[in-house]
Antibody
Framework: EVHLVESGGGLVQPGGSLRLSCAAS????????MHWVRQAPGEGLEWVSG????????YYADSVKGRFTISRDNSKNTLYLQINSLRAEDTAVYYC?????????????WGQGTLVTVSS | QTVVTQEPSFSVSPGGTVTLTCGLS?????????PSWYQQTPGQAPRTLIY???TRSSGVPDRFSGSILGNKAALTITGAQADDESDYYC??????????FGTGTKVTVL
């Protein structure tokens, strides 16, 4: 069974940094493109970033480009999101999601999310 | 900046039918955007309902269906049930690894 478990969220001051992790199990992690999606309190879902199966190609929403860095360690079955220069508007639940097989463009499995709160 | 628009809210009676739409701020939605739909209840992770316009994800009841209506993607719930009361989001694939979520629709069943 596919499991995605996020961790690393917490309370951070504006301007601070955080690294989120997503531990994957139940599938061949190194064969799948992975993504981060966030949801601010009371707001909708926002695609943030994605990374190819091998890690060589990354994708970012314009709203986070330059501050967020996605990476993965296929030997550890773990996805990461490094967030720098945190702003109040980065406060959100951050979900990791698996993109399904190569032929399709959608997210088939989701983690339960980790909450990032940016506040002084 | 690409904006994907959905109706903010809909109300449907139990057993009734409701169609949610997903449109682009500029241009039309087509199958080449691979529209997908997700259901989310408060405090929960999204659940995948529909992908590639009209294919139901595993375990999704057949009262959920997807289509292209005019220049928008659409999600239809036929025979709505109480536990369909949720937020619904569409996602469009914009190419080059980029995805955009719709603004979301809150569906109330009453």
């Amino acid at each position: 069974e596919v499991h995605l478990v996020e961790s690393g969220g917490g309370l951070v001051q504006p301007g601070g940094s955080l690294r989120l992790s997503c531990a994957a199990s139940g599938f061949t992690f190194s064969s799948y493109t992975m993504h981060w999606v966030r949801q601010a309190p009371g707001e909708g879902l926002e695609w943030v970033s994605g990374i190819s199966a091998g890690g060589g190609t990354t994708y970012y929403a314009d709203s986070v480009k330059g501050r967020f860095t996605i990476s993965r360690d296929n030997s550890k079955n773990t996805l990461y999101l490094q967030i720098n220069s945190l702003r109040a508007e980065d406060t959100a639940v951050y979900y990791c999601a698996r993109r399904t097989t190569v032929a399709y463009f959608y997210f088939d499995y989701w983690g339960q999310g980790t909450l990032v709160t940016v506040s002084s | 900046q690409t904006v994907v628009t959905q109706e903010p809210s809909f109300s449907v009676s139990p057993g009734g039918t409701v169609t949610l739409t997903c449109g682009l701020s500029s241009g039309s939605v087509s199958t080449t955007s691979y529209p997908s739909w997700y259901q989310q209840t408060p405090g929960q992770a999204p659940r995948t309902l529909i992908y590639s316009t009209n294919t139901r994800s595993s375990g999704v009841p057949d009262r959920f269906s997807g289509s292209i209506l005019g220049n928008k993607a659409a999600l239809t719930i036929t025979g709505a049930q109480a536990d369909d009361e949720s937020d619904y989001y569409c996602v469009l694939y914009m190419g080059s690894g980029i995805y955009v979520f719709g603004t979301g629709t809150k569906v109330t069943v009453l």
